[in-house]
């Protein structure tokens, strides 16, 4: 079946500008989350989604990031004035929780780059 | 939260050659995934092995849960096996979901 998909791919914003990410998880999966790969790094989490509810926000760099999912399928991630430390890989994932047992899985992610 | 380390850092081999990766943490394992970041930056799951042993062609993963560590075995590698490779477990102690943890990646080349 179909993975997870975002869009845009590639997105270059110039510093101050607002941006708008999106994830489609693969399809009946409660949990999304998103994630931040600065180059030459692991993935950091950014926030998480059970349903339509966003659980854990913990990850968010700063309040200019801003995630939402309100129903409970495809979750727009947006970040308002971008700066240049904001240029990263964004990461969603997606799983099918049974229990206290999960796998993620991921999509190609969005390439941000602010000038 | 869980802490993760990534063993070696890098590591260049020639085709052919076998290559066992590690991952430690810092705390009691859980949810632990092995990735693949290839070249275009996808993360391709490798193994979900929260403990034990599996296997899935030339790779296989061992998880031993109670001493908090898991290994990564690649045999007869080919140059498509090039990339980066993740461990990550739940960042939390817990039931229910949580995020990942990620390890800095162990960068793999594979020479012809």
């Known amino acids: 079946g179909a993975g997870v998909s975002q869009s845009p791919r590639y997105k270059v914003a110039k510093r101050g500008q607002d941006v708008a990410l999106r994830c489609d998880p693969i399809s009946g999966h409660v949990s999304l989350f998103w994630y931040q790969q600065a180059l030459g790094q692991g993935p950091e989490f950014l926030t998480y989604?059970?349903?339509?509810?966003?659980?854990?926000k913990s990850g968010l760099p700063s309040d200019r990031f801003f995630a939402e999912r309100p129903e409970g399928s495809v979750s727009t991630l947006k970040i308002q004035r971008t700066q240049q430390e904001d240029s990263a890989v964004y990461l969603c994932?997606?799983?099918?929780?049974?229990?206290?047992?999960?796998?993620?899985?991921f999509g190609p992610g969005t390439r941000l780059t602010v000038t | 939260g869980i802490q993760v380390e990534q063993s070696p850092p890098d590591l260049i081999l020639q085709e052919g050659a076998n290559s066992t990766l590690r991952c430690n943490f810092s705390d009691s394992v859980n949810n632990l995934q092995w990735f693949h970041q290839n070249p275009w930056g996808q993360l391709i799951n490798l193994f979900y092995?929260?403990?034990g042993t599996k296997q899935n062609g030339r790779l296989s993963a061992t998880t031993v849960a109670t001493e908090r560590y898991s290994l990564l075995y690649i045999s007869s590698s080919q140059t498509t096996d090039s990339g980066v490779y993740f461990c990550?477990?739940?960042?939390?102690?817990?039931?229910?979901?949580?995020?990942?943890?990620f390890g800095k990646g162990t960068h793999l080349i594979i020479q012809p």
């Open positions: 994932a997606s799983s099918l929780v049974r229990g206290s047992a999960y796998e993620q899985y």
């Open positions: 092995i929260p403990s």
């Open positions: 990550a477990d739940r960042m939390y102690s817990g039931g229910g979901a949580d995020g990942l943890t």
């Open positions: 989604f059970q349903n339509e509810a966003q659980l854990d």
